[in-house]
């Protein structure tokens, strides 16, 4: 009989294991995968700030050191987005992940991989490996099973929200400018962006996400081809499932808590959810915690997660007002905030993970203000 049984064997999922078990709770984690952070579904790039923050110290895992970011409007726009310092690393996130791993198992976390869930029904938790099924028993069960999460669907069958985008990339040779990613809009990328991000000068990582229902490896192939990217160099391809829609509000049901990517604790500006997934991760397991010890109410949960979620809300109402602008409107914005001098102020004041550090300042600035005017209050409201 376990405290907690943790689904997903990600890095939120990891946390929140290795949190518990440092606190005396008897924890497991189970992977659908033969190895923690195999196969690699991420495009691996981390803010600095975010990772401070939460005291994650990714020298170990850091492939290179990003200043900025170029950002193409349909038409060729461009935005140009520099500090003087470094504002993220690209990392290597199998490494990343299975570092969290062995500071769980290290902790006393058991681990079961190649294994599935099937069922959940109370404290039972209903297994395959291999082929063969298992039960265990926990008190508590975290869904940390990510964008697909069949936690999710057995125990939240109400969550209607299915707003996912396809992602699709891979690691290519060129020339590049090692210092910046650069973003591309354009309707190969319906709904989202493509995207180049240096691991050094000869190499990059190049991709494309967009909505279900497109042709997403046609798309990446017509941006590839489009961009002069050298496709013949591609290896290390990798596919997967985005989540781009509001976080879920309440992620508690009886003695099962969601985290993660299956919580929709993700940015859907950008996709990414490991700084704010693991700061959702600590949310989690400090709210059951609280119930092993105190008996405290595992909704508050949703509590402790206020912060996360308005972060996430926001980053959703920038998407939907994104996405509700055709192509020559994106570039007639790319043209009117250039100059209102967005690129001076997203190099000043820009914060990757949380919006609410920087647009409430846009109020200070006239210019910006009365030309997005309509968008900030979209935003905030």
């Given amino acids: 009989m376990y405290n907690v049984c943790v689904i997903g064997g990600g890095p939120v999922g990891l946390t929140i294991a290795r949190n518990l078990n440092e606190k005396g709770w008897k924890c497991i984690v189970i992977e659908e995968h033969a ?16 990772a401070a923050e939460l005291g994650l110290n990714l020298n170990e895992f850091k492939l290179n050191e990003i200043y900025g970011a170029d950002i ?57 490996n291999q082929g063969r099924g298992e039960l265990i028993k926990a008190d508590i069960i975290v869904g940390a099973d990510g964008a697909l999460s069949k936690t999710r669907d057995i125990m939240f069958p109400e969550f209607k929200e299915k707003k996912f985008v396809h992602g699709i990339q891979a690691e290519g040779k060129g020339n590049f400018n090692e210092k910046k990613v650069e973003v591309f809009f354009g309707n190969y990328a319906k ?22 229902g497109e042709k997403v490896k046609e798309n990446f192939e017509e941006f590839v081809m489009k961009k002069n990217f050298n496709k013949e160099s591609f290896e ?3 596919s997967a499932l985005i989540p781009c829609g509001a976080p879920i509000e309440n992620c508690v049901k009886d003695n099962v808590l969601l985290a993660g990517d299956a919580a929709f604790q993700t940015k859907s500006t950008t996709g990414g959810g490991v700084i704010l997934g693991i700061e959702s991760a600590k949310a989690c397991s400090d709210s059951i915690d609280a119930f092993l010890k105190y008996k405290k109410p595992l909704k508050e949960y949703n509590k402790r997660l206020e912060p996360v979620k308005k972060e996430l809300r926001m980053h959703y109402k920038m998407r939907k007002y994104f996405n509700s602008l055709k192509e020559k409107e994106i570039d007639d914005l790319f043209i009117k905030l250039k100059k209102a001098g967005i690129e001076e102020f997203l190099s000043k004041e820009g914060d990757m993970d949380k919006p609410s550090k920087f647009i409430p300042k846009l109020a200070g600035k006239p210019k910006l203000w009365l030309m997005f005017g309509t968008a900030i209050k979209f935003i905030m409201s």
């Fill in 72 to 128: 193409y409007s349909p038409s060729g726009n461009k935005l140009s987005i520099e500090k003087q310092f470094p504002v993220a690393n690209v990392i290597d996130r199998a490494q990343f992940d299975k570092s969290i791993a062995k500071q769980a198992y290290d902790s006393g976390v058991d681990f079961k991989t190649n294994t599935r869930l099937l069922s959940l029904n109370g404290k039972s938790v209903f297994l395959q």
């Fill in 191 to 212: 709904n989202f962006f493509a995207w180049n991000i240096p691991l050094n000068k000869e190499t990059s990582r190049i991709g494309l996400a967009t909505s279900l």
């Fill in 35 to 50: 190895k923690i952070g195999e196969p690699e579904k991420c495009s691996g790039l981390i803010s600095l700030t975010g």
């Fill in 236 to 238: 290390n391809e990798l």
